[in-house]
């Protein structure tokens, strides 16, 4: 069964930082490629970054270029999103999500395979 934990959310303030982790088991972690996405209350779900299954592309949006790292941790099965200067508009939903044989990054939802439930991010200002 294949499982993808997040965590790391909370309520923090404008320009604080926080880390996001995706954990993954029941899977080859390596042969996935992996993505962050984010809902915020009545707007639909958007990419936020994606990496590569080998780690050596990624994709970001536009609005979180500069402020969001992705990575990942082949040794943890891990997938991190480390996020700085947040802002108000960053108050959402994360999830991670899985793309089985992702060489590229991918951006469309339906290319992903599998996905956790999420963990509520909230930015004060």
């Known amino acids: 069964q294949v499982l993808l934990v997040e965590s790391g959310g909370g309520l923090v303030q404008a320009g604080d930082s926080l880390r996001l982790s995706c954990a993954a088991s029941?899977?080859?972690?390596?042969?996935?490629?992996m993505g962050w996405f984010r809902q915020a209350p009545g707007k639909e779900r958007e990419l936020v970054a994606a990496?590569?299954?080998?780690?050596?592309?990624?994709y970001y949006a536009d609005s979180v270029k500069c402020r969001f790292t992705i990575s990942r941790d082949h040794a943890k099965n891990t997938v991190y999103l480390q996020m700085n200067n947040l802002e108000p508009v960053d108050t959402a939903v994360y999830y991670c999500?899985?793309?089985?044989?992702?060489?590229?990054?991918?951006?469309?939802?339906?290319?992903?395979?599998?996905w956790g439930q999420g963990t509520q991010d909230t930015v004060s200002s």
């Open positions: 990496i590569s299954w080998s780690g050596d592309r990624t």
């Open positions: 999500a899985a793309d089985f044989l992702g060489s590229r990054p991918k951006t469309q939802q339906d290319q992903y395979d599998y």
């Open positions: 029941g899977l080859t972690f390596s042969n996935f490629a």
